[in-house]
């Protein structure tokens, strides 16, 4: 799963390439989270995804959290489609 990373005018944009499921959470949270905590602004880019399940509206979930807790403020740029239809189906406001 690759993710990209890069800085510009103090906003962290990071964008996931590929899985965002039961397989891939694990990396994907390494990686993720200290970005929550070493940025103000993080920008996810989410269009790329292609495939998501539970796990990762689980890591989605929990990356808002500690953004919020860190004071670090999120966004996501763009959602592909299985990205919305995993969020519908939870019924996810993101």
Known sequence: MPIT???LDGTTHVAIDGELTIYTV????AALLPEMV???RVQLNLSQVTEMDGAGVQLLAVVHREASA???ALTLSEQSQA???ALQLCRCLV
Request: glycine share 12%; charged share 25%; proline share 6%.
């Open 5 to 7: 990373r890069e800085v």
């Open 26 to 29: 694990a990396d994907l949270a």
């Open 70 to 72: 860190g004071g670090t």
């Open 83 to 85: 990205v919305r239809q």
């Open 38 to 40: 070493a940025s103000p």
